[in-house]
């Protein structure tokens, strides 16, 4: 087992901690972003935004403040929302809409959260290292947002 695979494996642990007797899902964001902002290393943002309406909004995060609404398809965010497909984007420079909300991010890894049929928001993760998410960092942190989703109320969460 690789490190990354053995770093994943406790992040696992340390969120499904986390959530334990909590179904709220905002709640269970924040403490998600703040854990994933203080154990991974170079990245300078973490965060979820939130389906509201036919858009998503700014949600609990770690980092510089960060931009507050994002249109279906726009930037790395709205992609991933409008496909439901995790976007793990090498340099956001080449990134096609790629909406600057901090400067100092230069790659980025986004994973919808899909309850059902139903799209409760992505979880963004910036980077000032190019390249910086891995295959492994896009299966742990899937698996991160599975555990979410199941230990969660879908009442904290707009649809």
């Known amino acids: 087992m690789s490190e990354t ?6 992040l696992l642990q340390q969120a499904t901690a986390l959530f334990d007797g909590e179904r709220h899902f905002v709640a ?23 389906m509201d309406g036919d858009e998503l909004i ?3 995060f770690q ?12 930037g790395v965010c709205g992609t991933a929302a409008q ?5 793990r984007v090498d340099n956001v420079h080449e990134f096609d809409g790629h909406i600057a909300c901090d400067s100092a991010s230069n790659s980025e890894i986004v994973l919808p959260i899909v309850r059902g049929d139903t799209l409760l928001g992505v979880l963004d ?25 199941a230990s969660s109320d879908s009442a904290g969460a707009r649809s």
Not at 63 to 74: D, N, V
Not at 83 to 87: A, L, Y
Not at 125 to 131: C, G, L, M, V
């Open 5 to 10: 695979a053995q770093q994943y494996d406790v």
């Open 83 to 87: 496909s439901r497909q995790i976007q």
């Open 28 to 50: 269970n964001c924040a403490n998600l972003c703040a854990l994933l902002f203080m154990t991974l290393e170079d990245v300078n943002w973490a965060g979820v935004y939130l």
């Open 58 to 60: 700014v949600g609990p």
């Open 125 to 149: 993760i910036d980077s000032p290292i190019y390249a910086r998410f891995s295959q492994h960092d896009e299966a742990g942190l899937s698996r991160i947002v599975d555990v979410l989703v």
């Open 63 to 74: 980092g510089l403040p960060a931009c507050t609404r994002i249109g279906m398809g726009k």
